[in-house]
């Protein structure tokens, strides 16, 4: 239905000696919402991580938009349109909301600054009234918000999402959800999305792979995978 | 009132604890009972951990009262103790959100510096230890049974020569829970004893918990995510909301609680199976559901240790 | 001289490299090496007769460069740009390695070497004192190292001030052997000084290592480094400036050790006369030899034994995460006071030591930079490993004696060369090598030769020394920064005991 | 009266000096978290370096003022310079393929490079001091008084409204970059996550190598003005204004600018202050004393913020 934004092919990461990454192949491709899923320690983090170049893949390839990026520094990948708000957020606590928003349109040169914040504060209203606080003292929904949006000041042209329902209350998660699917259906914000909370994610998902040990061993359209037995298997017993 | 109150091992009073300008936690209080084992659930940053670092005394709280009394009806007041003192004296112990290992240590010293207050008095502070007194070898050998009755209890007596740092990331969690039984506690601390297990390991926590409680006769805290093992194991149940107590009672009257629902758990949607409390909630069933069990939060536990370059 | 520091700046770059970029790379070498250089190898300022005059030396700068650029050549043609070994990729299985099983027999078999090596060097007849006294240093080195080892090593407290310890035992001795033992007990006493002084000195140390360490336990890391520095230099500059107490920067002479009141002297009473044998000095080397043994196997037995009780533990249980030992109920600030008190006070006896053996002390003995150096030995050695330390002082020290002994070290393997081998084979190496290296420098142009000379004419060895120790410091970590014994030694264990790869040890924070 | 305002005088000048090299170990420990031990040598060499092209131009205080001035600058610009490329070269070489090696390693390194600079420039150019002629010379009477118990003058020199003036400017400069411009959001971004910069398209690398740029140009401006108030240099120079401007940082709070300047004020104060009224012997062990017992008693320093000691 689309074309292919990013691909990878055989990649594999170490950790020093430990390897996270055993070959995987993937695709994303334009304007849909693709999911990796998979337990704690799976390496759909490492993925996301590999993905922008922080660590390096070892072997295997990965093409964006028709260059291959895996031998380029982080900074270089990020400027060619990729955005992430990665695990744990990452937000600069000792910064503002409007200055974590201004870092985040480093990539843009600030040049559509003042638009894009405002679309920003219309999908988070939250961050318009704290934009003059501290980072640090968000609440963790709120942080996540943040992360989100600081990720969208880059006009990304991919963005990876990494567990944005962690550690967030329910009701915030559905809240976070729902500021996805919206960006990917009126902006046809192309998005790649880590998630633990596979129900949520495979809801939402165009095209989805579990992820075991390193590896990917289910691919599936979201709905699909959503009613396969042993998706829930592999969510179940992955890991460890 | 319920039995936790009639003559509680730990009463938390009034407790506010405020950084700079921000409250982490907001007049707080709550009992947790004797021989029972208390969580403490709500979103991250609901200052649960804060509430930990107050009663384990890594923190001095702003305001409020911490008594913890033994069943021998020696108290204590925990917040004007130091940290040291208050595993020493008042016998708390407690394992961290991110696990805290010595893990260029082998499980044994691991478990071995655990019991450092007892090993250093029969070392005669250490004097003794020097000129090998029989006192000391005998308490030496007496530390070493204790360690070999934990590892046996966690499920780690084979590898008790490695590393702690090459353990798997479970098994590192049982570790940790080990090693802080061997300080010879009375209140044991758990701070997400569940992140980052799987199924199968959670469920061997949740007897290891049990086990604690019932043949120990310990009081256990613990905060937790996973809701199979806080319905599961506790007997009681404080939620917390921006450190503030917003519910307190026992595991079937928190499902209900309309103001938990509305600030944690979420109104229930039919189509969404991964939240339906209630299924993951009937603990004998726990291992045997087949469809994915509730995991509200899960902390950032997982890969291999990297070390980061530049500061924190 | 700038040359090895130059060239590790590209090695992340791995895999092939063009020409051009090669060439470019080179090209920025040799400009930015030519920067570093201009002002302050080129230009030389040297003082005549109250005036200054700059001198210029364009083909010192200009040679120097040339081997910093071919250097790099070599390195981007040898070593940094090989195809990426497929088996480094693989995940190593970490086993004990052979030397593991080796190291059972280290230990013993350097003990052995210790013990007979002065009978050794006493058979080389130019070399013998020099030769003694050169591992006397060695051996005080190492156990300045074991000392420091217990609060950088073991718990894991950065100490950048040790020297101040080894400045107080040294003062110990020289200011209670000088003045006050004869004062309060009579001129008799003073050749047992040295026993008497020994273990007040190693306490002395060790209440300084308390006053000082408690103010700044609750600092970490590059903090507490930099406050250890501080005291340490302080104590120096009070040595310096309280003249009446410690006689300032003239230092003080203070009497040598006796054989158990023996003194080494050519005299009646003396040690060769009581054992009427022919008075030689070298017997004073000897027994001092022996003394810094003993002490030293005490530091290392001490430890050892220490490393095993539970305040040893606590020590390593600090270096790996002190949060953890608090919620264990250890009391951290005691554990890092005794930490401190015992490495001061290995330091505080081999002051004492140190004082006696030079006869002499002087606050110049105990700058920084010996500091700097004791840490340097400990770190390359490996922290927290005691046969590691012995490896890195030799290497250090040897190296460090190397540029002195240039000259005389030639003399000595002759001489030594002389003793088993037949003059003629030697003279014969001998003629061989000025052979060589007359034939080379004939091939030189007369330039070049001339200005070779200019460069090397003045510079003594010994020189470069310092700066050889701080490249090795740099190079050290860049290549090997977990030095030399990268393995743990577990302190107790139930079925075996396996070492621990120092990649799960954590080096401590504070 | 006038004593103390002729000390003031004099420590505002000390003080300035210590203050910008205040600066780069507050940058760089502030990016890094490292203390940059090589930073104090740096400043010597850019010392050493403006000492030797003064001396090559031959300019000497009898020289015409517009030939001093025209002079200056081309030393201040050859001076931070070179103790740029050092410093570049030295974060290079030193610093960078240690990053994320065990925590000791940076450190050690560190050590190790300011034995190498101190050893370089003295095998190069021989350890005794170097004295010149004042080049900048005059001086303004401010009070003058006579009293029972003698003459009393505060004077303040050509050279140190220079040094103070210069200082002031090169601050505000320096605020104002990190303040305004891509560059300080990009060091400020460095110091709090240095991965999630380079997520958000930072070449964090670049980040750092100018930031040791940065200061290592401030720590030569300060060793040209060193040696122009002194008149004399030498190789161990760095090894105390270093530690003392180290103080200074932590005293100001580690990274905060104005903190390190302010540090550096106070710092330069204490040590005239103390040498003018206690003993001019023991003013570095004042100093010294001032760093530990800032260190122990307020270690996030006067414009620093606490941090929370997570558990």
Redesign the interface.
């Known amino acids: 239905m689309s074309d292919i934004l990013l691909q990878g092919a055989g990649v594999e990461t170490f950790?020093?000696k430990?390897q996270?990454l055993r070959g995987i192949d993937f695709e994303v491709h334009k304007g849909e919402i693709t999911t990796v899923i998979g337990?704690?320690?799976a390496?759909k983090?490492?993925l996301m991580m590999t993905i922008c170049g922080t660590?390096r893949a070892r072997a295997g390839s990965i093409v964006f938009d028709g260059v291959e990026i895996s031998k380029m520094p982080t900074h270089e990948i990020v400027h060619l349109g990729i955005a992430q708000s990665p695990?744990?957020r990452r937000i600069f606590p000792r910064m503002t909301v409007f200055e974590n928003l201004q870092m985040g349109a480093t990539v843009d040169k600030l040049q559509h600054f003042d638009e894009d914040l405002v679309k920003v504060f219309k999908l988070f209203p939250r961050l318009e009234e704290r934009r003059a606080q501290r980072a640090g003292?968000l609440?963790?929904?709120e942080q996540q918000m943040l992360a989100i949006g600081r990720a969208l000041m880059a006009r990304p042209r991919l963005l990876l999402l990494d567990?944005p329902s962690?550690?967030?209350?329910?009701?915030?998660?559905?809240l976070i959800f729902a500021a996805i699917k919206k960006l990917n259906e009126e902006e046809g914000l192309t998005v790649l999305l880590v998630e633990?909370?596979?129900?949520?994610a495979l809801r939402l998902a165009h095209r989805a792979y579990v992820m075991v040990n390193g590896k990917i061993t289910i691919t599936g359209t979201g709905a699909e995978l959503l009613n396969r037995p042993e998706v829930?298997a592999a969510?179940?017993?992955?890991?460890? | 009132m319920q039995d936790w109150s009639k003559d509680p091992e730990l009463r938390v009073q009034h407790l506010t604890m405020r950084?700079g300008?921000?409250t982490a936690i907001g007049d707080l209080s709550f009992d947790a009972g004797r021989k029972q084992i208390t969580a403490l659930i709500g979103?991250?940053?609901a200052g649960k951990?804060t509430v930990f670092?107050c009663i384990?005394g890594?923190y001095k709280p702003t305001e409020g009262m911490i008594n913890l009394r033994h069943a021998d009806g020696t108290e204590f007041m925990l917040e004007r103790m130091d940290?040291?003192?208050?595993?020493?004296k008042a016998k708390v112990?407690?394992t961290?959100q991110n696990i805290?290992?010595?893990?260029?240590?082998?499980l044994?010293?691991n478990l071995?510096?655990?019991?450092?207050?007892m090993?250093?008095k029969a070392?005669s502070?250490?004097i003794g230890?020097?000129f090998g007194s029989g006192k000391f070898k005998r308490a030496e050998n007496e530390a070493?049974e204790r360690c070999?009755y934990w590892l046996n209890k966690v499920n780690l007596m084979d590898r008790?020569?490695?590393?702690?740092?090459?353990l798997?990331?479970?098994a590192q969690r049982r570790l940790e829970i080990a090693?802080?039984m061997c300080?010879g506690p009375r209140l044991l601390c758990l701070d997400e004893p569940a992140a980052?297990l799987?199924?199968?390991?959670s469920d061997e926590l949740n007897k290891l918990l049990l086990s604690i409680r019932d043949d120990h006769n310990m009081a256990i805290l613990l905060i937790e995510?996973d809701m199979s093992v806080v319905m599961g194991i506790s007997d009681h149940i404080v939620v917390l909301?921006?450190g503030r107590k917003i519910a307190d009672g026992t595991p079937a009257q928190i499902k209900v609680d309309p103001a938990v629902i509305?600030?944690?758990?979420?109104?229930e949607e039919d189509e969404?199976?991964?939240?339906n409390i209630v299924v993951a909630a009937a603990p004998a069933k726990v291992a045997k559901v087949?469809?994915?069990?509730v995991?509200?939060?899960?902390?950032?536990?997982?890969?291999?240790v990297?070390?980061?370059?530049?500061?924190? | 001289m700038s040359g090895p520091v130059k060239d590790t700046s590209v090695s992340s770059e791995q895999g092939a490299i063009s020409w051009f970029d090669l060439v470019k790379d080179l090209i920025g070498t040799a400009i930015l090496t030519m920067l570093i250089l201009t002002p302050i190898v080129t230009f030389k300022t040297t003082m005549n007769q109250g005036v200054l005059f700059i001198e210029d030396r364009w083909v010192q700068s200009l040679l120097l460069t040339a081997a910093v650029v071919i250097g790099r050549l070599l390195l981007h043609l040898f070593v940094w740009h090989k195809p990426p070994s497929t088996a480094a990729a693989k995940p190593v299985v970490a086993k004990a390695p052979l030397s593991e099983s080796l190291a059972k027999y280290v230990a013993p078999a350097m003990l052995a070497i210790a013990i007979v090596l002065p009978f050794v060097l006493h058979q080389v007849p130019s070399w013998d004192k020099r030769g003694i006294d050169f591992m006397i240093t060695i051996l005080i080195y190492i156990m300045l190292g074991w000392g420091l080892n217990i609060v950088v090593g073991l718990a894991g407290l950065l100490d950048l001030g040790y020297v101040a310890f080894y400045a107080v035992g040294a003062y110990a001795y020289a200011l209670l052997s000088t003045i006050y033992l004869p004062l309060w007990f009579g001129p008799g006493v003073v050749p047992w000084a040295f026993y008497i002084i020994l273990p007040i000195s190693g306490l002395l140390a060790a209440t300084w290592g308390v006053i000082l360490g408690f103010p700044v336990l609750r600092l970490r890391g590059d903090y507490l480094a930099i406050v250890t520095l501080a005291f340490g230099e302080m104590i120096r500059l009070v040595l310096i400036n309280w003249f009446s107490f410690t006689n300032g920067p003239q230092g003080i002479n203070v009497p040598k050790p006796t054989f158990f009141g023996l003194p080494f002297k050519d005299e009646p009473g003396g040690f060769a006369a009581f054992f009427g044998i022919p008075h030689d000095r070298i017997y004073s080397y000897i027994f001092l030899y022996y003394v810094i043994l003993v002490l030293a196997l005490i530091t290392y037995f001490?430890t050892n034994?220490?490393r095993r009780?539970?305040?040893g533990?606590?020590w390593?249980?600090l270096r790996?995460?002190e949060?953890?030992?608090?919620?264990?109920?250890?009391?951290?600030t005691t554990t890092k006071l005794?930490a401190f008190a015992i490495g001061a006070m290995f330091g505080g006896f081999a002051g004492c030591f140190f004082a006696a053996r030079q006869g002499f002390v002087s606050p110049e003995s105990f700058v920084y930079i010996e500091s700097a150096m004791i840490l340097a030995i400990v770190v390359l050695g490996g922290l927290g490993s005691q046969i590691g330390i012995v490896f890195s002082a030799i290497v250090i020290m040897g190296a460090f004696e190397l540029f002195r002994e240039f000259g005389a070290m030639g003399h000595a393997v002759q001489d030594g060369l002389m003793y088993v081998l037949p003059d003629a084979v030697v003279s014969g190496i001998g003629s061989l090598f000025t052979g060589t290296f007359g034939a080379l420098y004939g091939l030189l142009p007369d330039a070049m030769r001339n200005s070779l000379a200019g460069a090397t004419t003045g510079m003594d060895p010994i020189q470069f020394r310092m700066l050889a120790v701080g490249l090795a410091m740099v190079l050290m970590m860049r290549f090997r920064p977990r030095g030399l014994v990268t393995r743990?030694q577990?302190?107790?264990?139930?079925?075996?005991?396996?070492s621990?790869?120092?990649d799960?040890?954590?080096e401590g924070h504070g | 009266m006038e004593y103390f305002l002729q000390q003031l005088i004099n420590g505002l000048t000390l003080g300035s000096i210590y203050g910008l090299i205040a600066i780069g170990y507050t940058m760089v420990y502030g990016?890094?978290?490292m203390i940059n031990f090589a930073h104090g040598d740096v400043f010597m060499v850019g010392s050493v370096v403006s000492f030797i092209v003064i001396l090559g131009l031959g300019i000497t205080g009898g020289s015409g003022s517009f030939m001093i001035i025209l002079a200056l600058a081309l030393v201040v610009i050859i001076a931070m310079l070179i103790a740029s490329v050092y410093n570049w070269t030295i974060e290079r070489v030193a610093y960078r393929p240690l990053?994320?090696?065990?925590r000791l390693a940076p450190l050690i390194s560190a050590i190790g490079m300011s034995i190498v600079l101190q050893e370089f420039v003295r095998i190069a150019q021989e350890g005794r001091p170097k004295p010149i002629q004042a080049v900048i010379t005059g001086k303004h009477e401010l009070l003058h008084r006579l009293t029972e118990g003698g003459e009393f003058i505060v004077t303040i020199s050509n050279m140190q409204i220079l040094i103070i003036i210069s200082t002031l400017a090169l601050m505000a400069i320096f605020t104002m970059i990190i303040q305004r411009t891509s560059l300080g959001r990009a060091q400020r971004a460095?110091e709090?996550?240095?991965?999630m910069a380079s997520l958000l398209g930072i070449d964090v690398d670049r980040t750092i190598s100018i930031t040791f740029i940065l200061g290592a140009a401030l720590a030569a401006f300060a060793g040209m003005m060193f040696f122009l108030y002194y008149n004399v240099t030498d190789f161990f120079i760095g090894f105390l204004a270093g530690i003392k401007a180290f103080t200074a940082a932590v005293l100001g709070g580690i990274g905060s600018i104005p903190g390190a300047m302010l540090g550096g004020m106070v710092i330069g104060l204490i040590e005239v202050m103390w040498s003018a009224y206690f003993s001019v012997e023991y003013k570095d062990v004042a100093a010294f004393t001032v760093l530990v017992i800032v260190l122990i008693f307020m270690p996030q320093g006067l414009l620093g913020k606490p941090e929370?000691?997570k558990?």
């Not at chain 1, 969510?235 to 460890?240: K, Q, S």
């Not at chain 2, 940290?83 to 020493?88: F, L, N, P, R």
């Not at chain 4, 990053?99 to 065990?102: P, Q, T, V, Y």
């Open positions: 950790y020093g430990i996270a337990a704690n320690g390496g983090s490492t660590p695990e744990g003292t609440s963790g929904g567990e962690l550690g967030l209350a329910p009701i915030i998660v559905k633990q909370n596979a129900f949520h829930r969510y179940l017993e992955g890991g460890h | 950084f300008g921000l979103p991250n940053g951990t670092n384990t890594f940290d040291y003192i208050i595993t020493q112990a407690r961290f805290r290992l010595f893990s260029g240590m082998t044994l010293e071995m510096v655990a019991q450092h207050n090993l250093m070392s502070y250490t230890g020097i070493l070999k008790a020569d490695d590393p702690a740092g090459d798997p990331y479970g090693r802080a300080t980052g799987n199924p199968r390991e995510h909301d921006y509305r600030a944690y758990l979420g109104v969404d199976p991964g939240e087949s469809v994915p069990r995991v509200v939060q899960k902390r950032v536990a997982k890969k291999p990297v070390k980061k370059g530049g500061r924190k | 001490a034994r220490l009780l539970p305040i533990r606590a390593e249980a790996e995460d949060v953890a030992c608090r919620s264990l109920g250890i009391n951290t005794t743990r577990p302190t107790v264990f139930l079925k075996e005991r396996k621990v790869s120092s799960l040890v954590a | 990016i890094i978290g990053r994320g090696s065990f460095c709090q996550d240095q991965k929370v000691e558990v």
